[in-house]
């Protein structure tokens, strides 16, 4: 195992303990794009665990790889975060506005 597998180890426990324990990590990334009305629902929680669960699965699949393979690949994974999170927040906003939609809600009441 290279050193740079470590820093993807504790990603990965750090995002499956917080949704273990309700509170996923992503809240803190992506309260900031949203009105406090909407940061205070289920729908919310649940957008971001879902996120959560998706980067403990991105940073299991990096603990291993890197773990196994050359020291740079860490360097791709980690390049490879920054679009993965603009995909993150293109999700959250679609499935909760679907979800919001389905209740017979108009999403831009939240916005």
Do not use: C
């Not at 993807?8 to 509170?23: G, Y």
């Not at 980067?55 to 860490?74: D, E, G, N, R």
């Not at 506005?97 to 389905?102: D, G, H, P, Q």
């Amino acid at each position: 195992m290279h050193l740079v597998t470590i820093p993807w180890l504790v990603l990965l426990v750090v995002f499956v303990v917080s949704v273990v324990v309700k509170r996923p990590a992503t809240i803190l990334m992506s309260r900031w794009r949203y009105s406090a009305d909407l940061r205070g629902t289920d729908l919310f929680r649940e957008t971001n665990s879902i996120i959560t669960w998706a980067w403990a699965v991105y940073y299991a699949i990096a603990a291993l790889v890197t773990a196994f393979t050359p020291s740079w690949t860490s360097a791709v994974f980690a390049a490879a975060s920054i679009p993965l999170t603009l995909v993150a927040f293109w999700f959250g906003q679609r499935y909760s506005s679907s979800k919001l939609r389905a209740l017979g809600v108009d999403p831009a009441a939240f916005v």
